[in-house]
């Protein structure tokens, strides 16, 4: 994650900051990125595969 994406969440909050929210959002915004690099290297799961590998916590 940039630092520059931080500095804008953090700008986007109020002054009086709650940092368990801000916190939360700096991690939802990492795994997002994460998803979105993996997403950009092929390395996904289609419809049907998801549906085998969810299965066996389905039945």
Do not use: C, Y
């Not at 520059?4 to 969440?9: A, D, V």
């Amino acid at each position: 994650m940039q630092k520059q994406t931080i500095k804008s969440l953090l700008d986007s909050f109020p002054e009086d900051v709650d940092l368990d929210a801000f916190l939360e959002q700096v991690i939802l915004l990492e795994k997002l990125e994460i998803g979105e690099r993996q997403i950009a290297a092929g390395n996904v799961v289609n419809h049907e595969q998801a549906k085998k590998r969810l299965a066996r916590w389905l039945n």
